[in-house]
């Protein structure tokens, strides 16, 4: 706290100083400021009407609040921007672009849109519709498939809310499960609802260009559900959406999208060129009419002209029933979509206690190690003499007391007897004696609670009881202990995210006492604390967990940490430094702050780096993949946010240099060629770009995702054996 007396409102990433809300940047480093962590506003009235009860949930952009409107009565969900992405005229702007979008709609299957508006202190606010439900995603989770004839109540209730968003000109551009939030009526029917305009398209009336924020060459979207022009950053109009509808449809029907690759690239390919497999194929177990197929395959065309035109047409070519449910591979029936979004409104309950072991499997777990160390002492005196029993002592002592590695804690004995807990418990779950299995799955968790197991252990007994209730149809405990799981996961890799950055912050803090001391850190780099070398992959890796778990600001603080203090320790060349600052870059445009990646130069100076290190190894430019790749990633940036002259040099250099390298794949290859068709394609040259597109096609390296499905079915198969 300053010496205003006000209370401290913003903090810094990089020093973690907090300050009042008079000053904007930090005094000691000049990172800017960010408010402080909005969990401070539970219990609080925002904007002198709405008092916020607690937190729903955090995205790049903004948290969402439940929230009550005082002079309504009303229980509301309260979107909040991100404080530090108010500066950013152009996250304000698709912000405000939003809530315009969405409350120019009125709908049953489209959320309502109550209120906007930007406080004056500056913080932009968008309240709407508190459903009380769960996303179509969550009950795909834990149901798979959605049977037909129930699919098809959905399918229809989605084409409604899109017919009524395209006759008001907005393409949503975002329609995945996520997206579709279902909730259950007092009559038992299931209401689905489309929600987050964030990214809509506001088509102008007149056809005349769209004065929007986004330009041919903007890419937005999930990928497993864009669409082939959202991908080449094409126009888009409500044909995009259609696209994205089909893809909706084809995994509540099997369980799986039609295109998931192991890397975004994957999936990009796998969108542009090849065609979405037959459902028997992605899923033997389920049953479809063809003609419901049908007009799957028929929005998911890769051509627009080939698809249905409108959601109108979508709406008239489905059928009006649909084929029979079958029952699932274990002889259980399929859960009713109604109950599951029912389970998902009420409050998780009973599912916690199963996790606590009696106070008899206690004294079992707690006192069997002693009297075994005493009955095989006893034996060992006797038969192999004192000299022996001694060393067996040590043996004795280091199986059973040996605390275990910090990052998997237990001792030797410890993991081997989870380890039979856990196989009998599989035993028994195979066996069909879910009563045995979910017996033996609690005492290994109370033991790993008892005995500080490592996270690993902990989520895999988690993740087997989740599937164990899976089977039984168990859904509030299966609801209980996924909560369990996350939370355990978040708690485990902010832990590894602040220990890393405390690392940083020492070794950071032990280069300025040496240089305040007048000493060189080249005369210490054999000292522990400065040996950052080889930690490149750990920082990136740690760095992504974070990101998973919504931790941005961790993740913000570690990879700026970790730039700063390996520059110091090895200098602005270091080969370290190039992914580093791709990953920092590629983090970054998760948060839209595309001034500070600019200001900061990282895809430039990362390409830099990487050439510095070629030419460093003696190496042939055409040789070094990371440089190809740096190169390429440079010409993607200068295509999207800089200048299309430069991003054609640059594209062109990376595909000379390419089709030099003898250790590249074909379908990596492509990638190079795509992104300069797409190039092509936004300055007009679209004969070029097709001819470019047709070079990428000809590569014919593309994933067999039949035999993917396959191999993942086979794994699951070798598992339960």
């Given at each position: 706290m300053t010496n205003s007396g006000k209370s401290e409102k913003v903090f810094c990433l990089t020093?973690?100083?907090?300050?009042?809300?008079?000053?904007?940047?930090c005094p000691d480093d000049n990172t800017e400021l960010v408010a402080i962590a909005t969990e401070a506003l539970i219990g609080k009235v925002f904007a002198d009407?709405?008092?916020?009860?607690?937190?729903?949930?955090?995205?790049?952009?903004?948290?969402?609040?439940?929230?009550?409107?005082t002079y309504m009565d009303r229980i509301v969900a309260l979107k909040l921007l991100h404080p530090q992405l108010v500066s950013d005229p152009t996250s304000?702007?698709?912000?405000?672009?939003?809530?315009?979008?969405?409350?120019?709609?009125?709908?049953?299957?489209?959320?309502?849109?109550?209120?906007?508006?930007?406080?004056s202190t500056g913080e932009a606010y968008l309240a709407m519709d508190y459903l009380v439900g769960s996303s179509l995603s969550a009950i795909l989770d834990m149901s798979g498939p959605i049977p037909e004839a129930e699919a098809?109540?959905?399918?229809?209730?989605?084409?409604?809310?899109?017919?009524?968003?395209?006759?008001?000109?907005?393409?949503?551009?975002?329609?995945?499960?996520?997206?579709?939030?279902?909730?259950?009526?007092?009559?038992?029917?299931?209401?689905?609802?489309?929600?987050?305009f964030g990214i809509a398209k506001i088509l102008p009336s007149d056809g005349a260009a769209s004065q929007g924020l986004t330009k041919t060459g903007d890419i937005f979207g999930s990928p497993l559900y864009m669409s082939p022009e959202q991908w080449t950053a094409s126009k888009l109009d409500y044909r995009s959406d259609i696209y994205s509808l089909g893809c909706v449809m084809y995994e509540i029907l099997t369980g799986m999208p039609p295109f998931a690759g192991d890397t975004?690239?994957?999936?990009?390919?796998?969108h542009l060129n090849e065609q979405a497999p037959p459902f028997r194929e992605t899923n033997p177990h389920v049953k479809i009419s063809k003609?419901?197929?049908?007009?799957?395959?028929?929005?998911?065309?890769?051509k627009v002209n080939h698809r249905y035109q409108t959601v109108s047409e979508v709406l008239h070519a489905l059928p009006e029933t649909g084929a029979s449910p079958i029952s699932s591979q274990?002889?259980?029936?399929?859960?009713?979509?109604?109950?599951?979004?029912e389970s998902s409104q009420q409050k998780s309950g009973g599912g916690a206690a199963a996790l606590v072991p009696t106070s008899k499997q206690k004294t079992v777990v707690d006192s069997r190690r002693p009297r075994a160390i005493r009955r095989i002492l006893k034996e060992s005196r006797t038969k192999l003499g004192i000299a022996s029993s001694v060393g067996l002592l040590f043996l004795l002592l280091f199986l059973f007391l040996y605390p275990g590695p910090e990052e998997d804690p237990g001792s030797p004995v410890a993991k081997t007897y989870w380890q039979l807990l856990m196989t009998a418990s599989n035993w028994a779950t195979n066996s069909g004696n879910y009563g045995l299995s979910e017996k033996l799955m609690n005492i290994a968790m109370k033991d790993l609670d008892h005995n500080i197991g490592g996270f690993s252990r902990k989520f895999e007994t988690m993740k087997s009881l989740n599937n164990l209730y899976v089977r039984q149809g168990r859904i509030k405990e299966q609801e209980a202990v996924q909560t369990k799981m996350y939370d355990l996961y978040t708690e485990e890799y902010e832990n590894r995210g602040k220990r890393l950055i405390q690392s940083l912050t020492e070794t950071e803090n032990y280069i300025k006492q040496l240089e305040a001391n007048g000493e060189s850190v080249r005369t210490h780099m054999s000292d522990s604390k400065l040996n950052w070398s080889g930690s490149v992959t750990k920082i990136i890796a740690v760095a992504r967990s974070l990101e998973e778990v919504y931790s941005f600001e961790l993740e913000y603080k570690l990879l700026d940490l970790g730039e700063r203090v390996l520059t110091k320790l090895y200098g602005v060349r270091f080969h370290g430094l190039a992914p580093l600052k791709l990953e920092r870059a590629d983090f970054l445009m998760l948060l839209d702050r595309i001034d500070e990646i600019k200001a900061r130069r990282l895809y430039e100076d990362a390409f830099v780096i990487s050439g510095y290190c070629t030419k460093h190894k003696r190496m042939e430019l055409h040789d070094d993949l990371d440089y190809l790749r740096a190169l390429l990633r440079l010409g993607q940036w200068q295509r999207d946010y800089g200048n299309p002259d430069d991003a054609g040099k640059t594209l062109e250099t990376a595909i000379k240099l390419a089709e030099k390298n003898k250790e590249?794949?074909?379908?990596?290859?492509?990638?190079?060629?795509i992104s300069y068709s797409n190039l092509l394609q936004q300055v007009g040259k679209t004969a070029e770009a097709a001819a470019i597109k047709k070079k990428a096609q000809e590569m014919g390296h593309t994933p067999d995702y039949a035999a993917i499905l396959r191999e993942r079915e086979k794994e699951k198969e070798d598992d339960n054996d």
């Open positions: 020093c973690a100083r907090r300050f009042t809300e008079e000053i904007r940047y009407k709405y008092l916020i009860e607690s937190v729903l949930g955090k995205g790049g952009m903004s948290t969402v609040y439940k929230a009550k409107q304000v702007q698709r912000f405000s672009q939003e809530a315009k979008a969405a409350a120019s709609l009125s709908h049953p299957n489209i959320i309502t849109v109550y209120d906007f508006g930007i406080t098809l109540d959905m399918f229809r209730q989605i084409c409604r809310g899109l017919v009524h968003a395209h006759n008001k000109g907005i393409v949503h551009r975002d329609l995945k499960p996520a997206n579709l939030v279902l909730t259950a009526d007092d009559d038992g029917s299931v209401l689905v609802r489309i929600v987050d975004p690239m994957d999936t990009m390919n796998l003609e419901l197929e049908q007009v799957v395959q028929t929005c998911l065309e890769k274990t002889g259980t029936v399929i859960v009713k979509l109604n109950q599951l979004v590249i794949s074909k379908f990596e290859l492509a990638n190079f060629y």
